[in-house]
């Protein structure tokens, strides 16, 4: 059984940084490209970042670039997103999702990290 | 970035109806849609790929179609678990978009 489970979210001050991570389980993590969604409260999901299984190929939601870096350990089984100069806007739930295949649609997710940025 | 709308954004429904929502991209996109279903407290299930390809484990009262703008996903008889939030996604292009969402409620 496929299993996600990320940790790391919390409050943290506008300008500030937190570092998310999701452990993967019950599937080949190093074949699978991985993303990052989120959804702020209330709202609806948005997409934030994916990296190739190898980590050769990395995407952005603009709004982040050059904020977060999405990264991997496949010897770890583990996703990061490493969020600098966080914003009031990145306040959400992160899931960390599984792609399906090579396919940019999403067949696993975790249960989220909250991420709270407010002073 | 391509835009994704859905319609309705909110509907109410019975047990036993037959339910329609439709998601609009602002250009073409083959049939690169994925649709999901979200309740609440909870993160996303993904019921339909490729516009119409049933996920494993998905009840066949759900169907996708649809392809480039125009997309459906139809419950041909709704259940009481089915009351939550649809989500459609495009992955044609990056940035993968979602659409707003439409929550469906009971009647």
């Known amino acids: 059984e496929v299993q996600l489970a990320e940790s790391g979210g919390g409050l943290v001050q506008p300008g500030g940084c937190l570092r998310l991570?999701?452990?993967?389980?019950?599937?080949?993590?190093?074949?699978?490209?991985m993303s990052w969604v989120r959804q702020a409260p209330g709202k609806g999901l948005e997409w934030v970042a994916s990296?190739?299984?190898?980590?050769?190929?990395?995407h952005y939601l603009d709004s982040v670039k050059g904020r977060f870096t999405i990264s991997r350990d496949n010897a770890k089984n583990s996703l990061y997103l490493q969020m600098n100069s966080l914003r009031a806007d990145d306040t959400a739930l992160y899931y960390c999702?599984?792609?399906?295949?090579?396919?940019?649609?999403?067949?696993?997710w975790g249960q989220g990290t909250l991420v709270t940025v407010s002073s | 970035d391509i835009q994704l709308t859905q319609s309705p954004s909110f509907l109410s429904a019975s047990v036993g109806d037959r339910v329609t929502i439709t998601c609009r991209a602002s250009?073409?996109?083959?049939?690169?849609l994925a649709w999901y279903q979200q309740k609440a407290g909870k993160a996303p299930k993904l019921l339909i790929h490729?516009?119409?390809i049933l996920q494993t484990g998905v009840p066949s009262r759900f169907s996708g179609s649809g392809s480039e703008t125009e997309f459906t996903l139809t419950i041909t008889s709704l259940q009481p678990e089915d009351f939550a939030t649809y989500y459609c996604?495009?992955?044609?292009?990056?940035?993968?978009?979602f659409g707003p969402g439409t929550k469906v409620e009971i009647k």
């Open positions: 999702a599984k792609l399906l295949g090579t396919v940019t649609t999403y067949d696993s």
């Open positions: 991570s999701c452990a993967a389980s019950g599937f080949s993590f190093s074949s699978n490209w």
């Open positions: 990296i190739k299984y190898d980590g050769s190929v990395i």
């Open positions: 250009q073409g996109i083959n049939n690169y």
């Open positions: 490729t516009a119409s």
């Open positions: 996604q495009q992955r044609n292009l990056y940035p993968v978009t």
